[in-house]
C-alpha cells in the first residue's frame, strides 16, 4: 500500500479518541502527537509538520462537534481537509500556450526519471489528442537520447546520432509514436532546443517536450545551462521531476530549482516504490510550486495528473467515514440554514446570530475561498477580500465586548447613543465604525433585515457591488 506506515501512523491517533464524547484541548493532545510522529516518519519537513499539527489541533478544540459524528471520526475529516490544503486543494493542470506549440521544459537530478517521464508525458497528451513532439536534450548522456529516441520510437525527425544501440530497454512495452529531435552529443543544449523548436514550428505540433540534462546534484553548469536553454524556449511549463524516494529533499530541490531558474511546478516520479509521502507532503508547502503530475510506475501509462483529495483519502484509507462526516455536515448545514432563516422570518436575529454566522463562514476556509464559491464573485481583488476580512474582525471586536442583553437585542443598541460609544470604545474603535442597526440604520426591521444580508455589512457594501 502507498504510504502504508503514514497510515498506520495516523491509526493510532484515532484510536486513542473512540470512547471520548467530545474533543477537548487535552484528550487531543496524545492523538496531535501521534500525527506529529507519523508525518516526521513519513519525512514530511518538520515547519510543515509544524504548522500543519497546529491547524489541526485549532479546528479540532475551536469548532464543535457535528451532530451525530464521533471525535476520532470528526478528527479524521479536519485530518484529511487539511491534507488537501497541504498538497494544493485543487488539481494543478498543465497550462497550453494560446498558440502552438506549447513549450514544456523538463529539468532534474540524474536518476530521477525525467527521460522516462519525457515520453510518457508525450504519451499522455497524445492520449488527449495532441500532437507531440520530443526533444532530445540529455547531451551528456548519449544513452538517453538513445532511451529517448526508443522510448518515443518509430518516426525520428532528424536524427543525426551516432545511435549507440545500448539501452536494452526492458520496460518500454508500450510505443509511444512520436517523434523526437536529436542532434546528437556534440552541439549545446541550447542550440538544440532553438533548432528542435524550428522543427517542431514546421511540423505545427501542438506540444514542443524537451528534456535536459541532468546531473547527480545541483551545479552551476546545469543551471546556466538551463536558463538558456529557457531564454531559448520561453517555455509555457517548466517542470522540476523529482524522485519521491527522495522525501523532503524533493522539496527542497524544488525550492531551488525555482528561485534559480524560475518553474511553474514538479512531476512526482516512483509513487509506486515504498516512499513515505514527505515529497508529495512537503512539495507545495515548501516551494509554493505545485505537483502537476505523478508518475505510479516503469510502464509508460503510469502518469497521472496529482490529485490532491485523491492522495489524502488514500494517505488515510477511510473513505466511508468521510463520506458520513460530510454527509452530517450537510444536514447539520441545512438544519441551520433553516434554524437561521425561521429566526429572520420571525424577526429574532441578533448578535448571537451574527457571530454565529461569521465564524461559520470563517470555518469554511479563508474568505477567498468562500467568495470564490459565490458565483459572479470571481472579479474581487485580494485587496478587497482583506478589506472584508478586517470589517468581519471589527464586527466580531464590537460583539465581544457587548453584554449578553445587548447581543440578544440589536435596538438596545439601536435607541442608546451611550450604549454605543460604549461598545465602539471598549472595542477600541471609534463611533462611526459601529455596527449597522446602531448608528447608522434607523428602522429595527431594516436594520434586520440588512443585518442578516452579508453584502450590506459595513466595510463589505461598498467594495463589493
Ligand atoms: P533520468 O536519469 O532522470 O532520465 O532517469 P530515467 O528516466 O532514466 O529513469 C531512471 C530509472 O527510474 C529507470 O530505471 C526508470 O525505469 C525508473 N523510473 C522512472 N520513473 C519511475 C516510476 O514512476 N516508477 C518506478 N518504479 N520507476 C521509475
Not at 500500500?1 to 496524545?30: P, R, Y
Not at 514544456?104 to 497524445?126: D, M, P
Not at 473513505?319 to 433553516?338: H, I, N, P, T, Y
Request: hydrophobic share 40%; with cysteine.
Amino acid at each position: 500500500e502507498m504510504f502504508g506506515q503514514l497510515t498506520s501512523g495516523l491509526e493510532a491517533a484515532w484510536n486513542k479518541l473512540k470512547g471520548e464524547e467530545v474533543l477537548t484541548k487535552e484528550n487531543i493532545v496524545e492523538p496531535m502527537r501521534d500525527i506529529r510522529r507519523a508525518l516526521l516518519e513519513a519525512d514530511v519537513s518538520l515547519p510543515v509538520v509544524r504548522r500543519f499539527v497546529q491547524a489541526v489541533s485549532d479546528q479540532a478544540v475551536g469548532t464543535g462537534l457535528i451532530r451525530g459524528v464521533r471525535p476520532d471520526q470528526q478528527l479524521v475529516k479536519i485530518v484529511n481537509d487539511e491534507l488537501v490544503k497541504l498538497m494544493g486543494g485543487e488539481v494543478s493542470e498543465l497550462v497550453f500556450a494560446k498558440s502552438n506549440p506549447t513549450v514544456i521544459l523538463l529539468a532534474g537530478l540524474q536518476g530521477v526519471g525525467k527521460t522516462t517521464v519525457s515520453a510518457k508525458l508525450a504519451l499522455y497528451l497524445k492520449k488527449q489528442g495532441k500532437s507531440c513532439m520530443l526533444i532530445a536534450g540529455d547531451i551528456y548522456r548519449p544513452a538517453a537520447i538513445d532511451q529517448l529516441v526508443i522510448l518515443a520510437e518509430d518516426e525520428v525527425v532528424v536524427e543525426f546520432v551516432e545511435r549507440i544501440l545500448t539501452c536494452g530497454s526492458h520496460l518500454h512495452s508500450q510505443v509511444v509514436g512520436v517523434p523526437v529531435y536529436a542532434a546528437g552529443t556534440a552541439i549545446k543544449p541550447a542550440e538544440i532546443a532553438r533548432q528542435g523548436l524550428q522543427e517542431a514550428r514546421k511540423k505545427n505540433v501542438d506540444v514542443v517536450i524537451m528534456d535536459t540534462a541532468g546531473r547527480l546534484q545541483i551545479d552551476k553548469a546545469m543551471m546556466d545551462e538551463l536558463k538558456e536553454v529557457k531564454r531559448v524556449l520561453n517555455p509555457t511549463e517548466v517542470l522540476l521531476v523529482v524522485d519521491a524516494m527522495t522525501g523532503q529533499e524533493a522539496a527542497a530541490l524544488v525550492t531551488t530549482f525555482n528561485v534559480e531558474i524560475g518553474i511553474t511546478g514538479a512531476i512526482l516520479t516512483k509513487l509506486d516504490g515504498d516512499s513515505r509521502g514527505g515529497a508529495a507532503l512537503s512539495v507545495k508547502e515548501v516551494s509554493g510550486k505545485p505537483i502537476k503530475l505523478v508518475g505510479r510506475g516503469e510502464r509508460m501509462e503510469d502518469l497521472e495528473p496529482f490529485y490532491p483529495d485523491r492522495m489524502a483519502g488514500r494517505i488515510l484509507g477511510m473513505g466511508d467515514v468521510l463520506s458520513f462526516v460530510e454527509k452530517a455536515q450537510e444536514v447539520m448545514a441545512q438544519e441551520d440554514a433553516e434554524e437561521l432563516q425561521s429566526k429572520i422570518m420571525s424577526a429574532k436575529f441578533d448578535f448571537n446570530d451574527f457571530l454565529k454566522q461569521t465564524r461559520a463562514v470563517a470555518r469554511m476556509g479563508s474568505m477567498s475561498r468562500v467568495i470564490g464559491m459565490i458565483p459572479g464573485m470571481g472579479k474581487v481583488t485580494p485587496a478587497q477580500i482583506r478589506e472584508a476580512e478586517k470589517s468581519l474582525k471589527l464586527m466580531e471586536s464590537m460583539i465581544e465586548v457587548m453584554t449578553p442583553e445587548e447581543r440578544e437585542k440589536p435596538e438596545l443598541l439601536a435607541e442608546s447613543p451611550a450604549r454605543r460609544k460604549r461598545v465602539a470604545q471598549d472595542s477600541g474603535k471609534t463611533e462611526q465604525q459601529a455596527p449597522p442597526g446602531t448608528a447608522r440604520r434607523k428602522r429595527r426591521s431594516e436594520s434586520r433585515r440588512q443585518f442578516a444580508d452579508t453584502s450590506a455589512r459595513p466595510g463589505i457594501d461598498k467594495d463589493f457591488q
